[in-house]
């Protein structure tokens, strides 16, 4: 079998709404290959009734059933609709009999092309096979010879192969193109759900372990809550040195194995036609000449040449060793031995190549020369056809090389659809991989930090300040179970996160490490999107702070500045001045890389006086609707009053 039924897809044949240029010239590509060989054969068929001698009127006739078919293949169409017209099909073939009788080349192909182009492929085959069958038995029960049935058969099935190979692919190019992100979507959920269950495996359990040992900590004695304490301290170490690595492994771009291959419809289509052709030229030598054993020639002379053409990797050694065995016995040689130069109607399939492979002028220039050598054989060997005759063959060449070169081509094409498609799932899992290493950074370090120091301050304070260490204590569960949610919102991609919390949890942290903090913020309610861009950037900034400087004091100033708001970090433990803004270690996305999403504007650096400050500014309406509020002064919860709007 060919492998599969195009008809099956008819229904499913995407809309063309005009939003991709590349998919749109796709398309139309296709389309164009397909008509164009469904014209040249009718174009043929009409030739080849004329070379009968049948009248223009009559020959029209026989063309009845032609306006069905081409609807058929236009689709998409209803089921009931398409039933209609197979029915209008297979009644107007029969109107050529009632005008003509049995007196015209009649060859059944449209009922061979609906049989495949209609039914899913266990229905399909079976049908095509019966319409060659009744075919040749028709042909004999008219009056022809076995050879002659056989070529009638042989006619039908080479027409009714070539549109349905052309179509199948076609139906197999829109499917692609409309599916062009599916593959992507699916991996993508596969990945994410692979990933979320490997960080619950990796960091969940250890989490969910810290949040056991601190729990029993909180009402126990002081020297449980002390060997409690540096246990849960070791393990938010080990937790963030884990989430280190896990995020440096997902950078890695993932790799999608499989390497992607010709479709086997376009491979099985090249070669029945191949077949189907050999064959019929075989037993056209044989009929006209009547000297089977030229067979001994011809027939190793079509194997190998098409060993060449459809086993090897197409190629300029390909084209050269095809020439060779369908190209020199037929020319010079066919002049010799006459059924020799029937090897010349299999040149469409080097021609075929020959355009796939090559630019033109050379494409075109060879083309035209093996055309002009085919005419010399309407001249010598006899017998020589009539005018209609002689064009019926070269259309008959026509449409074999536009089909071959089109089988070709569209082979191409899909494997370049395959790939396109291949290229977004990947693209699109390095980008998954890439955010959750990048917030498994930006969320979880800054909790787990928010953690361990205020796991240190309690420890600490177990001896000064009982009290407040108990206090401490007692919000440590909380702050773990808020690392717990932001593993799970990192695995299923639905990260948020609030100003108004990052604020106030800037302000644990960094009273917890040691470092005066002073909030002021001068802005009323912000959009979403600005929202979490500033609260991304301020726990990035915080974290910086507390993990690379030697600060006393941390002044963080969020205020409107026209149409955009700024948030100002500034800090008294600059080290050495920094030439560039800072970047986080491996793993981590920096501050650079948290400009460049959030689609802001930021810059830092140090100032005098061993301070650095850092400045992001947002736009308060980012989709230009004009929105936004008036400022109002808003206090943070948890914070000392406000120290004012400078610095």
């Not at 019929?280 to 027939?299: D, E, I, K, N």
């Not at 260490?469 to 299923?492: C, K, N």
Request: charged share 15%.
């Amino acid at each position: 079998m060919l492998g599969i039924s195009a008809s099956a897809a008819v229904e499913d044949d995407p809309v063309d709404d005009g939003s991709n240029d590349v998919g749109d010239s796709q398309m139309r590509l296709v389309r164009l290959m397909m008509w164009t060989a469904l014209g040249l054969i009718m174009a043929n068929r009409l030739l080849a009734a004329r070379e009968q001698g049948l009248a223009w009127s009559v020959a029209l006739v026989t063309m009845a059933p032609y306006p069905p078919l081409v609807a058929l293949l236009a689709g998409p169409r209803r089921r009931r609709v398409r039933g209609g017209l197979l029915v209008a099909l297979v009644l107007l073939y029969t109107v050529p009999f009632a005008v003509a009788g049995m007196h015209w080349d009649w060859l059944p192909w449209p009922l061979a092309v609906a049989a495949l182009c209609s039914f899913r492929a266990r229905v399909a085959w079976p049908l095509f096979g019966l319409v060659l069958v009744t075919t040749d038995v028709a042909g004999m029960w008219a009056g022809d010879d076995a050879l002659l049935a056989i070529t009638r058969t042989q006619k039908t099935a080479n027409d009714g192969l070539i549109i349905f190979g052309l179509y199948a692919l076609s139906v197999m190019v829109a499917r692609l193109n409309a599916a062009q992100g599916d593959l992507a979507r699916l991996e993508l959920l596969q990945e994410r759900l692979r990933l979320g269950g490997e960080l619950g495996t990796v960091v969940g359990a250890r989490l969910r372990a810290l949040l056991e040992q601190l729990a029993q900590a909180v009402d126990a004695e002081r020297k449980v809550v002390r060997d409690r304490l540096g246990e849960a301290i070791d393990t938010v170490r080990q937790v963030l040195a884990d989430i280190r690595a896990t995020a440096a492994d997902y950078r890695v771009s993932p790799s999608l194995p499989t390497p992607i291959e010709s479709p086997k419809v376009a491979r099985l289509t090249l070669a029945a036609l191949y077949i189907c052709d050999a064959s019929l030229q075989l037993t056209g030598s044989v009929m006209v000449y009547h000297r089977p054993w030229t067979l001994l020639l011809t027939v190793p002379l079509v194997c190998a040449a098409g060993a060449v053409l459809l086993l090897m990797k197409p190629s300029r050694k390909q084209m050269v060793l095809l020439g060779l065995l369908l190209g020199v016995p037929a020319m010079p040689f066919g002049w010799l031995l006459w059924e020799l130069s029937g090897i010349s109607n299999m040149w469409p399939f080097l021609l075929g190549l020959v355009l796939t492979r090559m630019r033109p002028p050379r494409s075109l220039l060879i083309t035209g020369a093996a055309v002009a050598l085919y005419v010399t054989f309407f001249f010598y060997p006899p017998p020589l056809p009539n005018l209609e005759g002689m064009a019926a063959y070269l259309v008959s060449m026509a449409i074999l090389t536009w089909v071959s070169y089109g089988l070709i081509r569209l082979s191409n094409l899909v494997v370049l659809l395959h790939q396109a498609q291949r290229d977004l799932a990947r693209e699109a899992l390095t980008r998954e991989r890439t955010r959750i290493s990048r917030d498994l950074h930006d969320l979880l370090s800054f909790s787990l930090s928010a953690v361990a120091l205020r796991g240190e301050l309690c420890e600490r304070l177990l001896e000064t300040d009982p009290a407040r260490a108990r206090a401490e204590l007692a919000a440590l569960p909380g702050l773990v179970e808020r690392a717990l949610a932001e593993l799970d919102s990192v695995a299923h991609a639905t990260v948020g996160l609030s100003l108004g919390q990052e604020l106030t949890a800037a302000y644990a942290v960094l009273e917890a490490a040691g470092i005066r903090a002073a909030v002021t913020v001068q802005t009323g309610p912000l959009p979403p999107e600005v929202d979490t861009a500033i609260a991304a950037v301020l726990r990035e900034a915080v974290t910086n702070v507390v993990r690379h400087s030697t600060a006393r004091t941390c002044l963080i100033t969020i205020n409107p500045a026209g149409p955009t708001v700024r948030l100002r970090v500034v800090n008294d433990g600059a080290a050495e001045p920094p030439t560039a803004i800072p970047k986080s270690g491996p793993g981590g996305s920096g501050l650079t890389g948290l400009a460049e999403r959030t689609g802001g504007r930021l810059k830092a650096g140090s100032q005098a006086g061993g301070r650095f400050e850092l400045v992001a500014e947002f736009a308060t309406d980012p989709r230009g609707t004009g929105g936004g509020g008036v400022p109002a002064l808003r206090q943070v919860p948890g914070s000392p009053p406000s120290c004012g709007t400078t610095i």
